[in-house]
């Protein structure tokens, strides 16, 4: 079934919307997948706001080009599904790369951050990062900890004078 030149036009348009305003997508190998998988796929990338397209890679190309990204043609061979996340970066890295744990199913060929593109091994360290709340956990506990270390310093002394004034009332009393 060939499609016309205006659906071509409208797919690379919405490739170009997408693509644009997403701040983290994953290029993906899906030779090998049955339909159910696709399926279960999408509902569970869904579930986490992101959104899973199969391209065509002429188009894409276009799409990439129209948006500057000449350096996603070489990825763009073979079956490709584009999973794209308007709101987190790190999103469709980390959902991709745990349905291919889960399944051994699927190859991720790049990635796009922020409207850079970085290869496969770069969208496996995003994959591998903690989760936005544990890192906020970490900046605040790495904060917190020379804090909590003054206040004990500071209150070295406090603690020597009390020991001291406890040992003199005890030598007293005896």
Same mark, same amino acid.
């Given at each position: 079934? =060939? $499609? ?54 002429? *188009?894409?190309?276009?799409?990439? =080009?129209?948006? @500057? ?16 996340? *308007? ?9 991709? =790369? ?19 593109? $970085? ?22 506990? @790495? $904060? ?11 209150? @070295? ?18």
């Amino acid at each position: 079934m =060939s $499609i016309s030149r205006k659906q071509k036009q409208l797919v690379v348009q919405e490739l170009v919307e997408n693509l644009g305003q997403a701040k983290g997508a994953v290029l993906a190998d899906f030779k090998g997948i049955n339909v159910n998988k696709l399926t279960e796929l999408r509902r569970q990338l869904r579930q986490e706001g992101i959104e899973f397209k199969v391209v065509k890679n002429t *188009l894409a190309k276009r799409a990439a =080009s129209e948006l @500057g990204l000449e350096e996603l043609h070489p990825y763009l061979e073979g079956p490709t599904g584009i999973a794209f996340s *308007l709101e987190d970066p790190v999103a469709p890295a980390k959902a991709i =790369s745990g349905f291919i744990k889960a399944n051994r199913m699927l190859a991720i060929k790049a990635g796009l951050v922020e409207g850079k593109v $970085i290869s496969d091994a770069g969208v496996q360290s995003l994959a591998d990062l903690p989760s936005r709340e544990v890192l906020l956990a970490q900046v605040v506990g @790495g $904060i917190a900890a020379p804090l909590s270390g003054f206040v004990n310093v500071l209150q @070295g002394p406090m603690r020597k004078l009390v020991y001291a004034l406890e040992a003199i009332r005890e030598q007293k009393e005896a």
